[in-house]
Nanobody, 124 residues
Framework: QVQLVESGGGLVQAGGSLRLSCAAS????????MAWFRQALGKERECVAV????????YYADFVKGRFAISRDNAKNTVSLQMNSLKPEDTAVYYC?????????????????WGQGTQVTVSA
């Protein structure tokens, strides 16, 4: 079992920044893939960014390219999402997720473990 706990969400004005963090604990194996997803009210969960075990970002959704950056620290078992130039449409609950088998996957049902989510609200 793997436990994931997100932090760093909150309320910010458009154009502002937030940094989300996710701490993983439990049976963490190497070569996993970690990702950030988000789900806005009434919408489907969508992939925001994916990062490989080696630390190389392997996917960014078009709607965050150039604004968000994903990173990870394997020694601390953490993954982060730096969010800049936030827009009201970025408002959502943000989740971190782990896929044990690794690989470049953006579908939410390919991920094995999930955090409880952290709310990000961007005001106009």
């Amino acid at each position: 079992q793997v436990q994931l706990v997100e932090s760093g969400g909150g309320l910010v004005q458009a154009g502002g920044s937030l940094r989300l963090s996710c701490a993983a604990s439990g049976r963490i194996f190497s070569d996993n893939t970690m990702a950030w997803f988000r789900q806005a009210l009434g919408k489907e969960r969508e992939c925001v960014a994916v990062i490989s075990w080696s630390g190389g970002p392997i996917y960014y959704a078009d709607f965050v390219k150039g604004r968000f950056a994903i990173s990870r620290d394997n020694a601390k078992n953490t993954v982060s999402l730096q969010m800049n130039s936030l827009k009201p449409e970025d408002t959502a609950v943000y989740y971190c997720a782990v896929r044990v088998a690794g690989g470049r996957w953006v579908q939410w049902n390919r991920y094995d473990y999930w955090g409880q989510g952290t709310q990000v609200t961007v005001s106009a």
